[in-house]
């Protein structure tokens, strides 16, 4: 829950009449949301529905021109979210109300219990379902004097095994992960027989949804630009540590102080969870508006943030959501099914690089998704003062998957290379030099687990991510020029979801048809695909070739470039 804020508690009336669950609906204190006033979601077209009340009945923003037919979304959601909260049997839909479940539940967390020796607790900044926050002053240690926030988790109200893991886990990512400046900084955990005590920094400036809502609901694409690098640069930090946040909106971001220019800090990893670079996560968390279309189908991974950040880029640049419903199964629908709308105002009047960064932000297809250090390179944001690029993950993957492709899909990606922008060649060189290249401007794959090890924390390991690193490093392979390593780390399926690819992709044909386009035969192609002799098989790969000189046709090559394995066949 935010550190200095909290949301509104809603009215019974709504509460009687709404009928649908937010996904948010996590059996976790972390995630909990305060009260600020019962009528502030009538003035607020940001706000996030509550993860422990339903949603309001109509929402004062976008009505959706076509409607979404049945079956809802949300249903098999509920189920899950009941069993998560600690129904008896998995196909009971009932919620435990008090204590009833958490008999013989271990609720020791092995903190140190001298919290009131070390704090004097001062005022109550928010108060939410499972726990409130509050000031608080430090009166020993390093911190002696300074003004502090405290999150404070009365035990009781963990009543699963599930609630109790998020406590636990929050407290070691955010052990873990401290050192970035727009990250929030994490101090101590306490415990007694009652509570568990988070101790962080104190921000006194706000959450990012109310500087929104003070602004008129939107900011110039200047200021947007600020927030977006802050945004991007600490969830590029912890991504590369193999942690995703899942819970990323305007509420989950204080400023440092009320100064224009304050700095921005991500908070609340209560849903937070590890993740490695080849895993996909399957239980669904988050909060419905901001909700990634991934999440619903229950296989996801750090992707999921940045269709987040999309979101928050695009309440930032037009003032609006870009998915609204009257319910939560509507929000869903709409994530699932719909497309943002851009031909309407403020949109034509913004630039073309702003509309183009959210629109990879909200690619429903997550292969296709700018990752954070890619977002950071990106035109609207590359020339802005503060942006550094960080260490990409996705580097890793697609160089390991390189490196177990065969000659011609190789081939195939060096001439792909040559048709690259100037901005995809900056990010690539970014990496490139990140990796520590010889005098020679070479590297060697060793490079790849020093790389990661100067940017490590203790998240590294927690998230075994250093493992996966690990098995890329003892890859055997030949050093990577700059060239090379460009055709290794290049994204196909990332080009794809530009407007130039098609002019791209044949480019990159016409290169590899003058070079390396040669005759091959149907059982060699299926050979270099790694697929079975099988004769439906052949008959698909014999559309690759041209009848006229055997050679590699466009569909065959564009086919190649993605590295077609059997297991595409199977589904097509």
Known sequence: MGLCHGKPIQTQENESNSHNLSIETEATPANSRTSRASNYFKKSPFYSPSPFRNSPISTPLRIFKRPFPPPSPAKHIRALLARRHGSVKPNEA?????????IGLDKNFGYSNQFPNHYEIGEELGRGHFGYTCSAIAMKGSIKGQDVAVKVIPKSKMSTAISIEDVRREVQILRALTGHKNLIQFYEAYEDENNVYIVMELCKGGELLDRILTRGGKYSEE?????????????????????????????????????DNSQLKAIDFG????????????????????????????????????????VIAYILLCGSRPFWARTESGIFRAVLKAD?????????????????????LLNKDYRKRLTAAQALSHPWLATHQDVKIPLDMIVYKLVKAYISSTSLRKSALAALVKTLTVPQLSYLREQFTLLGPSKNGFISISNFKTALVKNSTDATKDSRVLDYVNLVSGLQYRKLDFAEFCAAAVS????????????????????FDKDGNRAIMIEELASELGLSPSIPVHAVIQDWIRPSDGKLSYMGFVRLLHGVSSRAFQKS
């Open 94 to 102: 009932s919620i435990p109300e008090d204590n009833e479940s958490d």
């Open 223 to 259: 200021e947007a630009k600020a927030v977006m690098v802050q945004i991007l640069s600490v969830v590029a930090y912890f991504h590369l540590q193999g942690v995703v946040h899942r819970d990323l909106k305007p509420e989950n971001f204080l400023f440092s102080t009320k100064e």
């Open 271 to 310: 849903l937070s969870d590890y993740v490695k670079p080849d895993e996909r996560l399957n239980d669904i968390v988050g909060s419905a508006y901001y909700v990634a279309p991934e999440v619903l189908h229950r296989s996801y991974g750090t992707e999921a943030d940045m269709w987040s950040i999309g």
């Open 340 to 360: 943002p709308i851009f031909n309407e105002a403020p949109w034509p009047s913004l630039s073309s690089d702003a509309a183009d960064f959210v629109k990879r």
């Open 492 to 511: 196909v399926h990332q080009l794809e979801a530009m407007d130039c690819w098609e002019q791209q992709a044949k480019s990159a044909y016409d290169f």
